[in-house]
């Protein structure tokens, strides 16, 4: 089992940056692969970002690839999801999300947090 809690949101102008973070309890964070998504008003949940469970291996939407970047630090039980050049259509609600094996695009995670709100003007 594993609970997560994002924080870290917030309101940003376009061109700023925004660090998000996703604490977690749970014996099983270390091996857990993670993933941020996000979603916006009257849209589906995206893919934003993924993880493996050391942190050798991520993956990112074209969207936010070479802007965002994401990491994690076992040894707190924290994964991280740095963004930069933050435009007005990253304004949503972030999630993160957890699941055993491989990370993965879909939002096929066992765990997810509450998510917490970017909202970012023009």
């Known amino acids: 089992q594993v609970q997560l809690v994002e924080s870290g949101g917030g309101l940003v102008q376009a061109g700023g940056s925004l660090r998000l973070s996703c604490a977690a309890s749970?014996?099983?964070?270390?091996?857990?692969?993670m993933g941020w998504f996000r979603q916006a008003p009257g849209k589906e949940r995206d893919f934003v970002a993924a993880?493996?469970?050391?942190?050798?291996?991520?993956n990112y939407a074209d969207s936010v690839k070479g802007r965002f970047t994401i990491s994690r630090d076992n040894a707190k039980n924290t994964m991280y999801l740095q963004m930069n050049s933050l435009k007005p259509e990253d304004t949503a609600v972030y999630y993160c999300?957890?699941?055993?094996?491989?990370?993965?695009?879909?939002?096929?995670?066992?765990?997810w947090g509450q998510g917490t709100q970017v909202t970012v003007s023009s």
């Open positions: 999300a957890a699941k055993p094996g491989y990370p993965s695009r879909r939002s096929d995670y066992d765990y």
């Open positions: 749970g014996r099983t964070f270390s091996s857990s692969a």
């Open positions: 993880i493996s469970w050391g942190g050798g291996t991520t």
